[in-house]
Nanobody, 120 residues
Framework: QVQLVESGGGLVQAGGSLRLSCAAS????????MGWYRQAPGKQRELVAS???????DFADSVKGRFTIARDNAKNTVYLQMNSLKPEDTAVYYC??????????????WGQGTQVTVSS
């Protein structure tokens, strides 16, 4: 059974930094795009950043220049480095991945979410 397990969330003051990690475990044949989404209370879930298998990245306009995304294919892990955090970055952050398991079908998976709280 495939799981995406996130870590690294927490409470930080405005201007601070956090690094989120998400490791995919289980029998995985291939991973395509991995990404991070976030959902603040009362708001829709939104894409924060994504990275393809070839390393092409995409960012929400609100985080460009502050967040970076990287992946370690050998570890099936994606990272989100968040700098210059703002109170409006407060949300539950979810890892997402398109991956292929023993079924040989590309399927989309979500992590359980990790809370990021930025105090002013």
């Amino acid at each position: 059974q495939v799981q995406l397990v996130e870590s690294g969330g927490g409470l930080v003051q405005a201007g601070g930094s956090l690094r989120l990690s998400c490791a995919a475990s289980g029998i995985i044949v291939k991973i395509n795009t991995m990404g991070w989404y976030r959902q603040a209370p009362g708001k829709q879930r939104e894409l924060v950043a994504s990275i393809t298998g070839r390393g092409t990245t995409d960012f929400a306009d609100s985080v460009k220049g502050r967040f970076t995304i990287a992946r370690d294919n050998a570890k099936n892990t994606v990272y989100l480095q968040m700098n210059s955090l703002k109170p409006e970055d407060t949300a539950v952050y979810y890892c997402n991945a398109d991956l292929m398991t023993v079924t040989l079908r590309m399927e989309n998976y979500w992590g359980q979410g990790t809370q990021v709280t930025v105090s002013s």
